[in-house]
């Protein structure tokens, strides 16, 4: 008997944290073997950490997709040289646990990560940002890579932009694609990380690939909307600490 593939989705896992690494061993290891999930990044800055991720999901989902975030190119504790390096190395996990990172169909369906960063098309970096925001020292970018914008630009300069054939298109990046995704009912003491939550070029990319719906993560503020004709989905877990986040995986798509 056929049974329909679902598409979970989920961010922001951040397992060095225990709590959350034991929620997601207690994920089924049945309900969800057919189904297929998109990790849009942020699972940790250890690789063994990762790793453990990996075959966890692996063991629970038939297909995964993965982008990853910043903290996982965080280098400060992993003796990687740089934070390319680490992504290399991030890729070969993932090619040896059969986890994609490039697009792929699944029925009519095409699934397109998207990577990226922050260019601060959000906002002006403010001096408060810069001593605060942990990238600029857990980050370590080659010489060519002057700029957070030269960051940005070869990341979203890796995305396979080719118009899809398939019937639907759903994308997902770590990073936000548009700011006008946070709510109205942030607090003004909170947007002071506007600048570093993603770009405007993620959203131009995802329209260009026909998207209409796209996942996304980082801003550890959940939420379900459609904006000018595309669904945007954002399930962070968050930190224990964030105890307003519903903790849960969420399904988007019922049959691919």
Known sequence: MYVAMRLFVL?????????????LGQLSKTDFLNDALIL???????ISRIERCFEQV???????????????LWVNRCGSET????????????????????????????????????????????????????????????????????????????????KSSAGNVVTFSHFVPRIDLMPHYIPSRHRVVYPVLGSLRIDEQLRELGSSLHVYGHSHV??????????????????????????RLQCVVENL
């Open 11 to 23: 961010s922001d896992i951040h397992t060095d944290f225990e709590e959350n690494e034991s929620w």
């Open 40 to 46: 849009a990044g942020d699972i940790s800055d250890s």
């Open 58 to 72: 692996c063991k629970r989902f038939e297909v995964v997709f993965f982008v990853p975030g910043n903290h996982d």
């Open 83 to 162: 934070s390319l390096k680490k992504f290399g190395l991030l890729k070969s996990m993932c090619r040896q646990y059969g986890i994609q990172i490039s697009r792929s169909h699944i029925g009519n369906t095409e699934i397109i990560p998207l990577l990226g960063w922050y260019d601060y098309s959000f906002g002006s970096l403010s001096p408060e940002l810069e001593r605060a925001w942990m990238d600029f020292r857990n980050c370590r970018w080659p010489s060519e890579l002057r700029t957070t914008s030269d960051v940005c630009e070869y990341f979203l300069s890796q995305n396979s932009l080719e």
């Open 222 to 247: 959940n939420r379900d909307l459609r904006l000018d004709g595309v669904r945007y989905v954002n399930n962070a877990q968050g930190y224990p600490s964030e105890t307003w986040i519903d903790k």
